[in-house]
């Protein structure tokens, strides 16, 4: 069922917010697109914020999804700056801080997620950064450069990217990590393992298990970070990588379901018809694992939007994608498919010490995801595996001898 | 400027003016020319901005990286005139390339 002509609401101008009001277009909708951002710039790419920008191979045109002038080209009311406080759903309405309000036809929350803060003492110091927006990248980029002594917060995909583009640009670069490994959440030991050791070979240099608990600072300034065992790192800035927050209030506060993201089913619809939520802040059916799931991907944000998109123009859902993601760092290009989960053996493929390698996560003898590092064929094929879920055999995928086409006929 | 023609597979021609150091991905999808997906936003990782390199151009656009080549094994009708868009950077001296876009991206 669809309404070619309703007025359809997005409140979010990021990734997931700015493909779908492209798609709407794209798929014919013909009624009004209002596009809220509470940013000042029209929709643009994360990724490369902690990669191309920080390095100064990017600027605000190259990481624009579209250009301004496209919103008004196609008739989409992109407002900039402007923030959605309260969501009435009884009444079709948003009310907007500029004081202003939307009604809408249909409704779709693309509210992303926002950097965690350590609510510790000297968090508020200027120089303790966040890298979320670009403004955010614009304060890192001038306080990394050669000689500078960076502190990074988190040694997750945040964390090692800054800390790889860090050292690209001459700064010192020390990464605190709470757990015993890096990339604890999202990554398993092999890689955490890997990681480390190339960081480390490029100057950088870990504190593992190490409790942030404070920053000092002097004249306003941050100056250190403080851990639990007393010592101080010394720093000229510090950047907090230590994941995000679903920006779901909006939705939990209309009375809509919510389990830290917005609940939405495959259409991305949410517990209201007439409401959505794509992206970042969405908590969404994963087929392939039977469970729920909220994932902070790329990827993700289109393949939600595409959903979105084809449930309002009344278009067939599209065909189910298996998540995926990647991580730039050095010369090396992380993909990942799928998630670990249910995973009963691990299968390395290729030697770590080459630095072209995947590590295969299966339940029995079928791939649940996959780790590739500088091994296009192995994420490629390892996503098309965990897709269909056919049973491989495990001598063949350890085995770099022979091709992966081979080994998933 | 560069000025980029972009052949749909159905034949329609598009061209657009690609500011020099954006990639041939970025101009179609900043340009709103469809058939170029670019899903990863030039990162190489995704293989969803395949495009086929007209004969006259094969010089001045380059050669593959080994990366570039590993994923392009991957996307459908490849040919040896095949690219990754997104690895194609825009200067003045392609001024005037013409691609032809695949049946699909995926």
Known sequence: MSDLNSHVVIVGAGHAGGTLAALLRQFG????????????????????????????????????????????????????????????????????????????DKLVLATGARAIALPIPGADLDGVLFLRTAADAEALKAAVGPGKRLAVVGGGYIGLEVAASGRALGAEVVVLEREERLLARVACEVLSTFFRDYHEQRGVTFELGASVVGFEGSGGRVTGVKLSDGRVIACDAAVVGVGAHPNDELASESGLETARGVVVDLE?????????AIGDVAHRPMPIYGRMFRMESVPNALEQAKQAACAITGRPAPAGEVPWQWSDQYDLKLQIAGYAFDVDEIVVRGDPKSGKFAVFHLNGDQVQSV??????????????????????????????????????? | MAKITYISFSGTETTVDVK????????????????????????????????YVDEAWRAKT????????????????????????????????????????????S
């Open chain 1, 29 to 104: 909708h013909a009624g009004a697109i209002t596009l809220v951002g509470d940013e000042p710039i029209p929709p643009y790419q994360r990724p490369p914020l902690s990669k191309a920008w920080l390095k100064g191979e990017a600027d605000a045109d190259s990481l624009a999804l579209k250009p301004l002038e496209f919103y008004a080209g196609e008739n989409i009311d992109f407002r900039p700056d402007v923030r959605a406080v309260k969501l009435e759903r009884s009444a079709r309405k948003v009310r907007l801080s500029d004081g202003g309000e939307l009604t809408y």
């Open chain 2, 20 to 51: 020099p150091g954006l990639s041939i991905m970025e101009g179609a999808v900043k340009n709103n020319v469809r058939g170029i997906d670019g899903d990863c936003g030039g990162a190489c990782a995704c293989a969803t901005c395949h495009v």
């Open chain 1, 268 to 276: 991305a619809r949410t517990s209201d018809p007439n409401v959505f």
């Open chain 2, 62 to 105: 380059g050669e593959r990286s080994a990366m570039e080549e590993s994923m392009l094994d991957f996307a459908e009708n490849v040919e040896a005139n095949s690219r990754l868009s997104c690895q194609i950077k825009v200067t003045e001296e392609l001024d005037g390339l013409v691609v032809r876009l695949p049946e699909s991206q």
């Open chain 1, 371 to 409: 780790e590739a590092i500088n091994a296009p064929p192995e994420f490629m094929m390892g996503r098309q595996l965990i897709g269909n879920r056919k049973r491989v055999d495990k001598q063949k995928l350890a085995n770099p001898a022979i091709s992966m086409k081979e080994v998933a006929a």
